[in-house]
């Protein structure tokens, strides 16, 4: 647990419960977000066609917005 | 795991539309199938970043690679991946709505313990982000600059330098220090970036 603010954190010893790494989801998106905000996701790989085929064009669904996790 | 459980499992993870989640969930469930035959697999790369750090990074398919020596026949893989109604193989298999690429022997040089998250199928493990972190410098910087590895170094460090994922800075350096990597100073520099740009104190220079 991350003392200060009670964000569960994932730790080197032992596991973190589904309950604690879904309520830390929030918090490590905005702190990715704060050093390389938006979504950065390779524009292409050598895995495009069979990704695009499944995902509509796109090379994977879509990311749940920050304020929605 | 019975048929009636995989079944409810696998209707979840197709329905599932946030990839983090569906990823999370997928590793779940097919770390517990492949253990039922002595085989531990671990989510790696991209894939593991994602886990780590939410740092819409990760692109539609996960990545995993067996912990333990030897993987199944390929005989054996397709009748696991049979029970998630996965199409294709022997390596690459789409199953529940994305991809699930099995790579071979994972590739660790931290002695550090694999991360592990308890999740509805199953706990699953993935990759040290010690390693994670010295591989994503060392992919910035090869051969030019990569701005996404970089930028997937950056989330790294920020999320662990804000305690979200316990990080051993000490191994960090052990790592960046070895004839496979040799690239500490490259690590020190973005570290210090990242520590600075959040007016955090830089664990690998304390002063």
Known sequence: MNSKSKIPCIPIEGSISWKDWLKGRRARRESSKLVAPGVIRRKSSSSDRRLKKLFNGERGLPFTPTEKL | ?????????????????????????????????????????????GSAIEILTEGAYASGDLDMCHVTAATLPIRQRRKIMGLVDAKGGPRNWQVAGMYLDLLGPAESFARTPYRRIEAPYGSFLLMKPEDLLVERVMMSFYSGKNQTAYDCAKILIAVALRHEIEMNWDEVRRLANLPEYCNLSECLKLVREVADELKIQNPLHPD
């Open chain 2, 1 to 45: 795991m019975d048929v009636k459980k995989i079944r409810k499992a696998l209707a979840d993870i197709s329905a599932e539309q946030d990839p983090t989640l569906k990823s999370a969930k997928l590793a779940s469930l097919c770390s517990a199938l492949w253990a039922e035959h002595g085989v531990q697999l671990v989510v790696v790369g």
